[in-house]
Each structure stands twice: as C-alpha cells, then as structure tokens.
C-alpha cells in the first residue's frame, strides 16, 4: 500500500497550488470523462483493484502522474514509484528481484514509471521478463506516442490508456474549486469574475497544471481592498503575458478564424493567411488542430497541382506534435504560406463528393465479376473473376476490362484542372483514355 509522507520541513500550505489541489479519488478528478466516468472501463478496473499493465499516453497536465497515486492508494499491492529521468538498469534490476521475492510470497507489485519514454530500449527490455511473468504490473505515463517510443514486446503486453487535453469549461470549474476549496484559497477571500477564470483557462491550453500555476500567480498579484484579493482581467494579462484576444475555442469566434484562414490560403493571399494563423495560436487553439486543417486543405484545395503539398503539411503535424507550442509556430507559418502560394486545384474533392452521391444512392450496385475476389472453388465455380486481366501482363500496363458497375459504365468522377502540376496529370489520363478507347476497338 502506498502512502505518500510529507517530511519535517515541508508545510502543506508551502506546496504550490497544483500539489495541494490533486485529486485524492476518482469523484475529485477533472476531465477523462470517457475513461472515468460512472462504468466506464478505466474507473471499473481501478475500483475493482484489478489493475493490469498499462500506459497512459497524453499531453503534460492531464492528471497522468495524479491517476497512479489515486490507484497506489486503492490498491493492496505494493506500489513503486520510479522514474525514467533518475533511473539507471541497475536500479531497475534491484526493484525487479525484490518484486519478484514479493511474488513468492503472494504480494503484487505495481511499478510505475514516469515519462517511460526516457528509457532506452535496453532499460526498456530490462522489464520485460518480470511483466512476461506476472512479477510486477507496470503502469508508465509517456506525453509521446508509445507505439514510437516503447518496444512492441512491452507495449504489446499494456494496454494504453489515451488522456486528452482537458476542455475550457473543465479548466474553468478545476479553478473556481481552487478558489473555494480549503486547500485552495477557500480561507481567503478573493473576487475574481468567471472571464478572468476562463482565460486563465484558454491560456493553459488544456493542461491542469499551468491552469493553477497561473491563477496562484494572478491571486498572489491581485490587490488588496480590505480583507479581500482582488484579481482583474488586466492582472491576468499581466501574468499569461498576452491580452485576451476574442476567442472561444467552442464558439463562433473559432469557425470564424479558421474559416478566415482556409479562405485566405485558398485565395492565394499568404499575408492574411499567416495574420489569421497567429491570431488562432495567440488566443490558445491547439496547433495540432489548425496541423490537421492544413493536412486537410493540402488535398482539398490543391491536391494534384502540387502534391507535395500534402507531404509539407504532414510534416508540419509531426512538429508540432514533436516541440508544440510555441516553437512549433514557425513550422506551422512554412505550411501556411506553401499552401497559400501552391497552384489550386479541387478536382479531388469534387471527384470524391460526386462519387459520394452516387454510392450514396446506388448502394446496391454489384460489383462487376471481372474484379470480384474469388477465394473458393464455389465463387470460381459461380464466375467471381473469369476474364480478369492482369495489367501487368499487357504492354501498356492496362486492359480492356470494365470496373465500373454497368449502370455507371462512362461516369467519370476525376476531372483534372490545369493548374501547376495537374496539367501533366490532365494530360496522362487522357493518354490512358484514349488507349483503353484503342483496346476496346481491338
């Protein structure tokens, strides 16, 4: 059983704000609704002290670290805490041998290790044996993508938890507790409004921490009328060291910029792009969803004219999810102005939305049996593929086959523009048209 104990000179009202607000139990925590909440499989597992190895993957601040010290205190096994920065495979040899003396005795371990993707792969596989065998249940917190930076023998035997960034409204009531809590100011009396939390809450993009760091730091700033710690909006500016810029990552305001910023790119105008990419980054809208716009865009409204488009942008997404904010600004800026003065072309989208409609409305259209899989002697028997040609086999890499189901025999879906490299691709197909027109009349 673990239990954490403070030491001779450490006063509980010394700690920071973060450290005497963090959730004892599941009812006090904040957000990861879909995996805590009332039934759902996380909290099942936990309540029930069945707690198997596992990761939780997920952005800093998100309650990674608070959840195993909620689990090292439901359960009745013997809890290590362990961390990947301070840790050599010395250390954990030593840890392992005695979980597994433990185990001959009948007590669990339950070894957590924080940032486990600060592990190398042989410390990493130092751990391996003792999960393979039942010695220890390994609970790692990682803010990187574990199928990247955990070995597939470890990851394979942990289920991975994903946490998300937590949203606005659930930053705003973590905070309004801190205020009233005991723990918290709640001993104090202190005035600040609901906006002055909410952008405390925007600034801190998701991640529970930085939210009360930062109220700690507007409190510890505010004026003092009387008895009572008055905070203001301009106390807050002062502290997240930007001004409140018209945003609200779940309102209007946030389709109105990024609508601003699509229609900027795809009216080639690169100044108003980046004017608008830095005013959704300012406010605090995470740069992984503006990343997976861009993505978006490269195809939408460029597609084939410059298909490097989408590799830039691709590119983009794996920055800012490498470095964030704010350094992953600049990454961001690159593809912004690229798209903004790449050749337009929406010919894939349009193909994609026309053939949309027709499956939509033709669901039940048989697929030729030409092209049809035919893995059984009964589907043979029945024509599953007879006359399927394989274009390899032929000169010009194509046959006279039909692919299309026979009440859209002729539909053509992909209408190439001119623009930048599409032109090339404009003329290839017409090229393939006219000699699958050739074979046809052969």
């Known amino acids: 059983m673990y239990t954490e104990q403070p030491t001779l000179f450490m006063k509980e009202n010394e700690l920071p704000l973060a450290a005497r607000l963090r959730p004892s139990d599941l009812d006090e925590f904040c957000g990861q609704k879909h995996l805590l909440g009332e039934g759902k499989v996380l909290r099942r597992i936990i309540e029930s002290d069945k707690v198997g190895s596992m990761i939780f993957w997920g952005p800093p601040g998100v309650g990674k670290t608070t959840l195993a010290r909620i689990i090292a205190k439901r359960t009745q096994a013997k809890f290590i805490d362990f961390s990947a920065v ?10 392992m041998e005695q979980a597994d003396n433990n185990r001959r005795f009948g007590e669990r371990t339950i070894l957590f290790v924080d940032e486990i993707h600060r592990f190398n792969k042989a410390q990493q596989d130092a751990f391996l044996p003792y999960v ?6 390994l609970i790692g917190a990682t803010t990187e993508n574990p199928s990247f ?39 104090q009396r202190v005035e600040i409004s609901d906006d002055c939390l909410e952008m405390i809450a925007n600034f801190a993009n998701g991640d529970a921490r930085s939210a009360l760091s930062t109220l700690e730091m507007a409190i510890l700033n505010g004026t003092t009328e009387g008895d009572t710690t008055v905070v203001t909006k301009e106390t807050v500016e002062q502290c997240t060291s930007k001004k409140s810029l018209l945003y609200d990552k779940n309102g209007e305001e946030h389709y109105n910029l990024i609508s601003a910023l699509h229609k900027s790119m795809r009216n080639s105008d690169p100044d108003a792009a980046v004017y608008w990419l830095a005013r959704m980054l300012e406010a605090g809208e995470e740069p992984l969803y503006v990343a997976r716009r861009l993505v978006r865009f490269a195809s939408e409204d460029v597609g084939l004219a410059d298909p490097r488009a989408l590799e830039l942008c691709v590119a983009a997404y794996q920055a800012c999810h490498f470095i964030g904010m704010p350094e992953c600004s600049v990454n961001l800026t690159q593809a912004v102005v690229y798209l903004s003065i790449a050749p337009k072309s929406n010919a894939l989208d349009v193909a ?3 053939a949309k409609q027709d499956a939509i409305n033709m669901l039940a259209e048989p697929v030729p049996l030409v092209i049809r899989n035919a893995p059984t002697r009964l589907m043979k028997d029945l024509g599953y593929g007879k006359g399927y040609k394989y274009a390899h086999d032929y000169e010009e890499k194509m046959a006279n086959m039909q692919c299309l189901p026979d ?10 523009t001119e623009q930048g490299l599409e032109a090339r691709y404009k003329a290839r197909l017409e090229e393939i048209k006219e000699i699958k027109k050739n074979l046809k009349a052969d």
């Open 132 to 137: 393979e065998k039942g010695s220890i249940i």
């Open 352 to 354: 994609y939305l026309t």
């Open 149 to 187: 930076e955990v070995n597939g023998a470890l990851l394979s035997r942990c289920k991975v938890f994903v946490l998300q960034a937590l949203k606005t409204e659930e930053l705003t009531g973590l905070l309004r507790r801190a205020v009233t809590d005991e723990r918290g100011f709640g001993n």
């Open 407 to 416: 009440s859209l025999v002729g539909k053509e879906y992909y209408k190439p």
């Open 86 to 95: 301070t840790s050599g495979i010395k250390e954990i040899k030593q840890v």
